[in-house]
Structures are given as C-alpha cells and as structure tokens.
C-alpha cells in the first residue's frame, strides 16, 4: 500500500498532469477518449483469467507450472481478437488517420500490461507479495523518470513520447516480472505437466471461470469510461471539452487508487470472517466511515476552492474545467463507500447481483449522457457528464448498501449515518469559515483540506479500534481472498 500511495498518485498528480498542460486540452481530448476505450474493452484480454489463476494458484501452488502455463494459450488468442475489435470499433466510432495509429499503439500497451497482471497473479499465487509489490510499481517509477527527462528538458510534448515511453516501461516490467516468476517457482514442487488432448476445452473451462469477474470489470468501466468518449464524439467542441474533462478526471483517478487498495486488504479479511460466521459489521463500518472522511473532506475542499485545487497542479485553462472537478470529487466520496460495501457483496458471492447493478448503472449513464449531449452547448457538456457520473456512482453504491443491509442488519448501521452527518457539517463549517477569510486562495485551499481530513478524527465518526484490529493481525491477505 505504501508503494503504490507513494508511487502512482504521484505520477498521475506530477508527470501526467504536466503532460497534460503541456499538449493542451485539444490534443490530449484527442488521446484521453482512445485510451478509455481501450480500457473498456481490456476485460477482452484478461476475461477474469488473473482472477480466477490467483485463486487456483493460492490453493494449489503447483498449478504454477500446469494450469497458469496453459493460461498463456488463452490470452495469446485473446490479443488478436482484442485488438482487431478495438480498431473495428473505433474505426466505426469516426477515428481515421493518427487517431487510429494511437489507438492501436495503446491496444499494444494495454496487451503488455494485461500480461504483467497476468504474471502478477502467479506471483500472488505464490505468495510472493514483496516481488509483486516491487513489480506494481515498476513500470510507472520508469515513466516518471523517463516522461519526467522528457518534460525537463523540451518546452513541448508529443503524444508518441508518451506511448513509445509506455511500451518500454511495460515491456521492461514484464521481463523482469517474468523472470521473478520463474525464480520463485522453482520452491514450488514439480508436478507431472497434464497433456491436454483437446487444448480448445481448457480454454472454454478458463473463459468459463473467469466471466462473472470479466462481466463485473466490463460493466463498471463502462460507466466509468464511456463518458469521456461520449463528450469527445458527441459534443460540440468535442476533443477540447474532453481534455478539460480529464483534467479533473486525473484526480478522481489518483483518490481512487486509495479505495482499490483497501478493497484489496478488505476481500481476505472478509471471507474470512464469513467463512467462520463473524460479524462483519465492525469492520465494513469502520472502513466505511474512514473512507468517508477521506472522500467528503476533497469533495468539500473541491466545491469551494476548485480553481485553486486544479491551479496546484495545471497552468493553462483551469478556470474552464474548474466546474467538473467539483462533481467528479463528489463521484468520488460516493463510489469509495462502494468499495466497502461491493467487496462485501464479493466475499459473499453475490456477483450475480452485483453485475445487475453494473448493468444497470451502464444503462443509466449512457442513456443520461445520450440525453445531455444531445442538447449541450461547447462548454456545458464536460460538467453534465461530471454530474451524470456523480448520480450513476449515487444508484449503484445505494443500491450495494440496501443489499448488504438486508444480509446485515443491525442498528449500529445507524452510526455510520450519524458519521456523514456529523463530518458532513464540520466540513461545511469549516469550507465557509476559511472561505471567508482575506488570505491566498492557494493557503485557503489547503487549510479547508486539512481541516477536513481533521475533522476525521472527531469522536463518533472514524472507528479506528476495528482497523487497528485488523492491520495488527498478520493475515495473508492475498491467498484467502
């Protein structure tokens, strides 16, 4: 956790935001759209065959030199069909000429990333955790140094820099990743390799393991993603509109880095838990509410002080996407109580439910972003989309807490309610009073945030004795999950 906090937010906050200023809202509205895209249809390359490996690897480590051998068929056959899809769809979306060469080039990257996660799962298998963590973050400590040379020396950008940086980032990590792999499997007793006389029926059986997990990642990227390709392709002012748009995007990406992680510490603990019939209660509260804090007190701070926020780390046109950041924050606040309440619904096996609510969160918010777009003028369409995802992440995170309740009643839920409300009204006090005062909007900014995140502390809405518990106890916190 403390490598990638110390490692991705930064080069997301740092080097990807100077990039951004660098090319301007124009030509990275051009990148930004081709990268969700290739995003959205990354569950193509993988099909939940990480997900579904870590688990098999965890209960039977020598399956490292059989079945995740034999992973490899599947995902070699995937690339192919992922990439040809990719450029069919964007070629049918309107992107001719340069914008299709990125987009392949991006298809590339994704294929190279998708097989470092592939690699990863073994590694977490194995319960080599030290090299996965190192692994994680290899690849973005090399674009920081290299994008980071890069910025320093020219007064300019080019969006092939940044790819070209990226595939041999990606490369890199995956020889070295592989090689580690092969190092740490060797502990692993040998067992007799299976021929497989049929190879097509292996990978039916992987394809079939790993779809709950692929049809969960496939629907959430959608209404995570599909909102930056709508604005570029539908709105007037489309490529700018978007840039100004993943300016703010930037940011609900580096918070959201701090709910991944604690959903990746809450799925063992949770499993666990249940498996040996334990309240869950405790926990799923009091990481709800630390959550809480954490979200509310950067919404707050960006709904008062938005040009400042995005001022600290961009130089040209933030008083034009200043009105974004506001709702993706809230976006924010919102989808990290999901990541509490979406990981209990895992542990549960409830991924029937939960891809319902995917899909109908999918729904919602391309039919709502159909709608706006439709009628937005060049400057509008950006903060329609921020407030369409605000509401999206509102009806699926409401609708994962009404199903855990149901499981879970109790009336200690209530506490949690009277943590919003509580921390809620600091925060409002304490945004208007530092609002208020004659002192740089920059110094104002940072004291609301800190404030906020202060406010954290008072009694009654951060539990830190269920957190506590949990960090104190050496878990493996990969293998039972």
Same mark, same amino acid.
């Given at each position: 956790?403390?490598?990638?906090?110390?490692?991705? %937010?930064?080069?997301?906050?740092?080097?990807?935001?100077?990039?951004?200023?660098?090319?301007?809202?124009?030509?990275?509205?051009?990148?930004? !759209?081709?990268?969700?895209?290739?995003?959205?249809?990354?569950?193509l390359l993988d099909a939940g065959l990480a997900n579904h490996m870590?688990?098999?690897?965890?209960?039977?480590?020598?399956?490292?030199?059989?079945?995740?051998?034999?992973?490899?068929?599947?995902?070699?056959?995937?690339?192919?069909?992922?990439?040809?899809?990719?450029?069919?769809?964007?070629?049918?979306?309107?992107?001719?000429?340069?914008?299709?060469?990125?987009?392949? #080039?991006?298809?590339?990257?994704?294929?190279?990333?998708?097989?470092?996660?592939?690699?990863?799962?073994?590694?977490?298998?194995?319960?080599?955790?030290?090299?996965?963590?190192?692994?994680?973050?290899?690849?973005?400590?090399?674009?920081?140094?290299?994008?980071?040379?890069?910025?320093?020396?020219?007064?300019?950008?080019?969006?092939?820099?940044?790819?070209?940086?990226?595939?041999?980032?990606?490369?890199?990590?995956?020889?070295?990743?592989? #090689?580690?792999?092969?190092?740490?499997?060797?502990?692993?007793?040998?067992?007799?390799?299976?021929?497989?006389?049929?190879?097509?029926?292996?990978?039916?059986?992987?394809?079939?393991?790993?779809?709950?997990?692929?049809?969960?990642?496939?629907?959430?990227?959608?209404?995570?993603?599909?909102?930056?390709?709508?604005?570029?392709?539908?709105? %007037?002012?489309?490529?700018?509109?978007?840039?100004?748009?993943?300016?703010?995007?930037?940011?609900?990406?580096?918070?959201?880095?701090?709910?991944?992680?604690?959903?990746?510490?809450?799925? !063992?603990?949770?499993?666990?838990?249940?498996?040996?019939?334990?309240?869950?209660?405790?926990?799923?509260?009091?990481?709800?509410?630390?959550?809480?804090?954490?979200?509310? $007190?950067?919404?707050?701070?960006?709904?008062?002080? !938005?040009?400042?926020?995005?001022?600290?780390?961009?130089?040209f046109e933030v008083e034009s996407a200043a009105g974004i950041l %506001?709702?993706?924050?809230?976006?924010?606040?919102?989808?990290?109580?999901?990541?509490?309440?979406?990981?209990?619904?895992?542990?549960?096996?409830?991924?029937?439910?939960?891809?319902?609510?995917?899909?109908?969160?999918?729904?919602?918010?391309?039919?709502?972003?159909?709608?706006?777009?439709?009628?937005?003028?060049?400057?509008?369409?950006?903060?329609?989309?921020?407030?369409?995802?605000?509401?999206?992440?509102?009806?699926?995170?409401?609708?994962?807490?009404?199903?855990?309740?149901?499981?879970h009643p109790g009336k200690q839920w209530w506490k949690l309610f009277?943590?919003?409300?509580?921390?809620?009204?600091?925060?409002?006090?304490?945004?208007?009073?530092?609002?208020?005062?004659?002192?740089?909007?920059?110094?104002?900014?940072?004291?609301?945030?800190?404030?906020?995140?202060?406010?954290?502390?008072?009694?009654?809405?951060?539990?830190?004795? $269920?957190?506590?518990?949990?960090?104190?106890?050496?878990?493996?916190?990969?293998?039972?999950?």
């Amino acid at each position: 956790m403390i490598l990638n906090l110390a490692v991705k %937010p930064a080069y997301l906050l740092v080097i990807d935001t100077k990039i951004q200023d660098l090319l301007g809202p124009e030509e990275f509205g051009r990148y930004f !759209p081709l990268v969700s895209l290739s995003i959205l249809l990354n569950i193509l390359l993988d099909a939940g065959l990480a997900n579904h490996m870590t688990r098999l690897v965890s209960n039977k480590p020598e399956e490292i030199h059989n079945s995740f051998r034999t992973g490899w068929r599947t995902k070699r056959l995937l690339f192919p069909c992922y990439l040809l899809l990719l450029l069919l769809i964007g070629w049918s979306l309107g992107w001719r000429g340069e914008s299709l060469i990125w987009l392949g #080039w991006i298809g590339l990257n994704q294929a190279l990333l998708s097989a470092i996660l592939y690699v990863r799962a073994g590694l977490q298998g194995i319960a080599a955790h030290r090299t996965d963590a190192w692994v994680s973050i290899a690849d973005r400590s090399m674009l920081f140094l290299a994008m980071g040379g890069l910025i320093v020396s020219f007064d300019r950008f080019q969006v092939n820099w940044l790819l070209a940086g990226t595939s041999l980032a990606l490369f890199c990590t995956f020889i070295i990743a592989f #090689w580690r792999l092969k190092k740490h499997a060797r502990s692993v007793p040998l067992t007799k390799l299976t021929t497989d006389i049929n190879p097509f029926r292996k990978i039916r059986e992987d394809l079939y393991s790993g779809w709950p997990y692929a049809l969960l990642f496939l629907l959430m990227m959608t209404y995570h993603r599909v909102d930056g390709i709508m604005l570029e392709r539908m709105a %007037p002012n489309g490529a700018i509109q978007a840039g100004w748009y993943a300016m703010s995007y930037r940011f609900f990406e580096a918070a959201n880095m701090i709910g991944y992680l604690c959903a990746t510490l809450l799925l !063992p603990y949770f499993t666990r838990m249940l498996a040996n019939r334990e309240d869950v209660r405790p926990l799923a509260r009091s990481m709800s509410s630390a959550l809480l804090a954490v979200g509310a $007190s950067v919404a707050w701070a960006a709904w008062y002080f !938005p040009e400042s926020f995005l001022g600290t780390f961009y130089e040209f046109e933030v008083e034009s996407a200043a009105g974004i950041l %506001p709702w993706l924050m809230i976006s924010f606040a919102i989808f990290a109580q999901g990541y509490v309440f979406s990981t209990l619904m895992t542990a549960r096996g409830d991924m029937r439910r939960l891809n319902q609510l995917a899909g109908a969160g999918a729904l919602l918010n391309i039919a709502l972003n159909a709608w706006w777009l439709s009628q937005a003028s060049p400057t509008s369409g950006g903060m329609g989309c921020a407030v369409i995802s605000a509401i999206t992440q509102g009806a699926m995170v409401a609708g994962q807490i009404f199903f855990c309740l149901r499981h879970h009643p109790g009336k200690q839920w209530w506490k949690l309610f009277r943590a919003l409300i509580l921390h809620c009204f600091a925060c409002f006090t304490i945004c208007s009073a530092v609002s208020r005062l004659d002192i740089n909007p920059n110094q104002a900014l940072w004291m609301a945030l800190f404030g906020c995140l202060a406010a954290g502390f008072m009694p009654g809405v951060i539990d830190f004795r $269920s957190i506590q518990k949990m960090l104190s106890e050496k878990m493996n916190t990969f293998a039972d999950s």
